[in-house]
């Protein structure tokens, strides 16, 4: 079954060191990669996605991810961590024509001053 | 704001009612999702449409759950006969899709289900 892990429940970093939120996937064929990120009484918001093309993709607020297809990552990175970049982060892949997304569980990311 | 509203926000119920609830995705956008997140996990494919035809749907999405997009905008989900296995945050996204082209969606605030 195709499915998304994130095996980190949390993640917890001080405020200017570079953070990592880890993502793995298991799929057949190739997957479109989706970063998202979740504040408190919030929606979801897009971050960043791999399609095709450069395995490192750079989005919003200065995070970055890196595609790795021999270990079927896409781990979440930014160099330098804020205390407003404490959320929940979800890294999801979309498998089909369909478009529909199949979630990892979520890492909650606590930046600390 | 990402553009996609849902309403209510917030509906608490009692087991037995019938819900339904509402999507206005972004407006030049095709297809229409609906997810459901329980606490602690990450959102579930519930169902989509591309314009207004609804062309997948989850196992998840029992007899008693039912969504429409009668003119390719916005989009009603309705739960019947509502269990307390129905509680959970309903989240709505949209975005561009087709022609072998992956888009980013965009996700509405949610509605949080609560069944008494």
């Known amino acids: 079954a195709q499915s998304v892990a994130q095996p980190e429940d949390q993640v917890n970093v001080a405020e200017g060191n570079p953070l990592t939120v880890k993502c793995t996937y298991s799929?057949?064929?190739?997957?479109?990669l989706f970063w998202y990120v979740q504040y408190p009484n919030r929606g979801l918001q897009f971050l960043l996605k791999y399609i095709t093309g450069d395995n490192l993709v750079k989005g919003s607020y200065g995070f970055e991810a890196e595609f790795n297809k021999s270990q079927t990552s896409f781990h979440l990175k930014k160099p330098s961590a804020l205390v407003s970049d404490s959320a929940l982060y979800f890294c999801?892949?979309?498998?089909?024509?369909?478009?529909?997304?199949?979630f990892g569980q979520g890492t909650t990311l606590q930046v600390k001053p | 704001d990402t553009g996609v509203s849902q309403d209510p926000r917030h509906k608490i119920t009692k087991r037995g009612q019938n819900v339904t609830f509402r999507c206005d995705p972004i407006?030049?956008?095709?297809?229409l999702y609906w997810y459901r997140q329980t606490l602690g996990q990450g959102p579930e494919f519930l169902t989509y449409?591309?314009?207004?035809?609804?062309?997948?749907k989850s196992r998840l999405l029992s007899d008693r759950f039912s969504a429409e997009r009668p003119k390719g905008s916005f989009s009603t989900l309705e739960i019947q006969r509502t269990e307390q296995g129905d509680s959970a945050m309903y989240l709505c996204a949209s975005s561009l899709g087709g022609g072998g082209a992956f888009y980013e969606q965009y996700f509405g605030p949610g509605t949080r289900l609560t069944v008494t």
């Open positions: 999801a892949a979309a498998f089909s024509n369909t478009g529909k997304l199949i």
């Open positions: 407006s030049e956008h095709n297809r």
């Open positions: 799929v057949s064929g190739n997957p479109y």
């Open positions: 449409f591309q314009n207004e035809a609804q062309l997948e």
